[in-house]
């Protein structure tokens, strides 16, 4: 696969799963490609390694279209520096207020065993039907650019009156499962009741949020002696389904797409030939959403916090956001089953499959190319003495503060390389909090707002993958932070 298409599939990529509040960053540097097993998360020792590094990937600074990571800069770390050291503004609820927060909470949640509130099963079912509302949308746009891309009338008609009002009736199909089968309205409403209520008594909320980050319960440590936050994604079955939508392109479409390419994708290609060499490429795709048990986005979003030194931001609101975390990453785009249709130099013509991508401007069978590190953070935890060459993030005990004292960072002892010992309920609620991707029985039955009831969440366990083949990481999809912090001058900040 030469530049020039892999110019024209990030090009497409954008297109196609980029939204207005997210950009894609690419591991077009140092391609990631894993087998189906990995990603089962076993807790064996070389599986645990693979979950580690999954997690550190994941949780690293996305800075720009092409993914060049620091994995000093974590964002566990950055979230728990949040958690131990924000001012909270002082309030408290009303009874009738404090009656709504209940009720709402009732709705959205369920107590797992170890005691911790976890999404009740109308709000997996939410995240079900609005996942599925996604991939039916991105399936319709990639076809779409594919079919407005060809110049062949026969084509045309296809798209016009085949393609097009069955995509369409997909989408729509999907929107209505969400909106009935997801309890769509009733789940935003009830968040909308919750946001609104913890406004008003800030420590409320957070005591909830600092509960759920523990690093003695909620973190792992690898066969290395790494310590890591556990980042999974949904659907977890994912990688079993059969029924991935494809992702094409013509020889004419990477010479369009290849032109169409923002200027930060073509500037850290290069120079690329002005002709490809691939007639053809096609793959299939889906995008996952990441879940992490530990943490909590509204955090970044919420109004009733604020650092000590006014200077510090994550974000500064703006498009692209400036700050010191102005992104995270929320997604994935997973592609499998790549193959090139390439004409060689004596005129034949040559299908190709592909393992995983190659890095850009290098051969597939290359050395990846290493990204240079990045500075150090300014929020970020760092452990005294000597930094190894792959330190091991080590975090303090979260605590409930409204002041932003010094903490003080305790060396964690290490857990013996040969002994892997996993909390039961830090799988517990990995499981819980990822979901299936299609409801494995009829959606349950929504209960009534005002009836306070709680719905039962199922418990899932996640099965090792049958499928094989090697699974690529096309894109991060990254999600912009708004202004943050974003204190509310109208709270009582003490």
Known sequence: MDALAQLAIMTKAKMVFENPDTFLSFPALSPLGYTPDQLTFLPTPHDMVVFSDFSELTNALPEAAIFQPSLDNLLWNVYLNVLLNAQLAQGTLADEQNAELEQAEAYLYTQGADGLPTSSAVVVAYNQ??????????????????????????????????????????????????????????????????????????SLQWKSWVSQCNPDIDFLTDANNRVFAPTVFSPYDILDNNNWPSFTMSGPEIQKLAAQAPAELANAVGTVTPNSTVDSLSFEFCSVALSRPWFHPEVFAARFWRFADPSMQLSDGNVPPRGQWPAYISALVFARNIVATMHTTGGGVQKQPIIVFPPIGLHATAHFVQPAPSPPHPLIFHPPGPQPVHPTPVMPAPAMMHTAPAVSVPVRPAAPSSILAIHPQIMMRLNVSAFRAQPSAAAPAAPPLSSGATAATPTTVAQPSTGAGQVSILAFVCKRLSKSPNPDPSLDWG
């Open 129 to 202: 039907y609005q996942q599925a509302y996604i991939r039916a949308t991105q399936n319709y746009k990639a076809q779409q650019l594919t079919a407005a891309a060809s110049s062949d009338p026969a084509a045309q008609a296809q798209w016009q009156n085949t393609d097009e009002p069955a995509l369409r009736a997909e989408v729509d199909a999907a929107e209505s499962d969400w909106e009935n089968k997801g309890f769509k309205a009733e789940v935003e409403q009830a968040r909308q009741v919750e946001q609104r209520c913890t406004a008003l008594s800030p």
